[in-house]
């Protein structure tokens, strides 16, 4: 896969309709209002919950709610896998749904759940608009299900300036710079890091971006497709280094504030606060590009590059250079009504994704949408990070969805509170793979 960006599908209008009727004597009524008659209710499920993503969503649909005189139900869980399959299960699907997991989109294609976007959109225009990619991704057996509209750069180590200034530190471009930064932190009586893995049913998945983005940075684009595609084994000595490099930091005494229990137990929305507090309890963060909603909805008052700011995944093999993981949000249609179709349209809209640029922590995957449209020069930045590189790849566990998915998630905790178990751990990982991929 290439770089990733997305283009534009729909523009909305609302007529409101004034009429003046003049009665006997020349006296002349009130204007009388007519209303939009109500395009009905659509409910909506995702997985955002916190960091203000909720919020930003609620703002972007009300736009859609009052042109069409309408209303979003959504529900926000951690659990999405989880609710999802039983509504799904029971016949109570929701309208629209906003998953992370092309794996799981692709499931419930196959089984003949979703609505197909080419069914009733204009093929000619999106092909027009997106970027083939994007809509390979979206696409089962041929037919359009989703188009992947809110990207996410999961490349991005998020850090307190001053911690590095106050010690004369330079931001790191290599691993080895990373690590020798770290080991001068510790010597100073500072944890270079914060880390949580703690999300409800899908506890553990921050880990397995660290452990993606390490083997795409390490081993290169063709090993992590092997991956992706089980061409190799769970148990190859490269997949095993990524794990390791991933403990590297995770588990070396002094790295982690609060080290392993504090790592297991705290939410991966918290602990994006802790570079960031005032004494800051780490200077860095690894995470995607939405954590800068995170910080700025937790600290309004930090000014952008010298309270906070990223620097891109170091560098681990020089040929693989500014390599990135991504993600992104999809939506997906159970039940096709007018107001669905409407919704979706206007959501994947050049509007409503302006409309989330601005709100911040959001790459808008349209290609309608220009850098001057984002909120300030570091979501920009973030922005450009991820669109312009030469080396970019999907989550793989967002692909893959799941057995294996949840299991990589239940593997990365099991390793960190039982790391000399790695071999057990990627055995076990391989005979799920096995299951789920090479029938």
């Known amino acids: ?179 020798t930064i770290s080991d001068e932190m510790v010597a100073k009586g500072i944890s270079p890091w914060s880390m949580g893995l703690e999300s409800g049913g899908a506890s553990g998945w921050p880990g397995t971006d660290w452990i993606g983005q390490i083997l795409l940075s390490e081993s290169g684009p063709d090993v992590y497709d092997q991956w992706v595609n089980h061409e190799i084994s769970w148990t190859d000595s490269r997949i095993k ?39 800051p309890q780490a200077a860095m963060y690894f995470l995607g590009s939405f954590v800068q909603s995170f910080v700025e909805g937790q600290f309004p008052d930090l000014t952008i590059e010298e309270d906070y700011s990223f620097f891109p995944f170091p560098s681990i093999d020089p040929q693989y250079e500014g390599a990135v993981t991504g993600g992104a949000d999809m939506l997906v249609m159970f039940n096709d009504t007018e107001a669905t179709r409407s919704l979706v349209k206007y959501l994947l809209s050049v509007e409503a994704q302006e409309m989330g640029v601005r709100q911040g922590g959001f790459i808008s995957t349209n290609k309608q949408v220009s850098m001057d449209s984002y909120p300030d020069v570091m979501a920009a930045k973030v922005a450009e990070q991820l669109t312009s590189a030469n080396i970019a790849r999907f989550d793989a566990d967002d692909i893959w969805g799941g057995e294996l998915q949840a299991a990589f998630f239940e593997a990365v905790l099991d390793y960190l509170a039982n790391p000399s178990d790695i071999d057990r751990i990627l055995e076990d990982l391989e005979a799920v793979a096995v299951q789920q991929l090479d029938q």
């Open 241 to 279: 280094s990524a794990w390791e490099k991933f403990g590297q930091i995770a588990l070396t005494s002094g790295y982690v504030s609060g080290g392993a229990d504090f790592i297991l137990s705290t939410n991966f929305t918290s602990a994006s606060y802790l570079p960031f507090e005032s004494p």
């Open 1 to 179: 896969m290439k770089a990733f960006r997305f283009s534009s599908l729909f523009g909305l209008g609302m007529v409101l309709i004034i009429v003046f009727a003049a009665c006997g004597g020349g006296d002349e009524d009130e204007p009388t209002q007519t209303s939009v008659p109500s395009i009905g209710t659509v409910t909506v499920i995702h997985q955002w919950v916190s960091g203000g993503e909720p919020e930003n969503f609620r703002d972007t649909v009300s736009v859609w709610e009052e042109l069409n005189n309408g209303k979003v139900e959504d529900f926000g869980t951690r659990d999405i896998h989880e609710i999802l399959n039983l509504r799904v299960e029971s016949g109570n699907p929701p309208d629209v749904a906003i998953l992370a997991s092309p794996g799981m989109m692709q499931t419930f294609a196959k089984q003949g759940d979703l609505v197909a976007l080419d069914s009733f959109m204009d093929m000619d225009k999106i092909s027009n608009e997106y970027a083939q990619a994007w809509i390979d991704i979206g696409t089962v057996d041929g037919k359009l299900y989703t188009i992947p509209s809110k990207a996410s750069n999961k490349s991005t180590v998020w850090y307190n300036p001053k911690v590095f200034l106050n010690n004369f530190l330079e931001t790191p471009a290599t691993w080895d710079e990373m690590i």
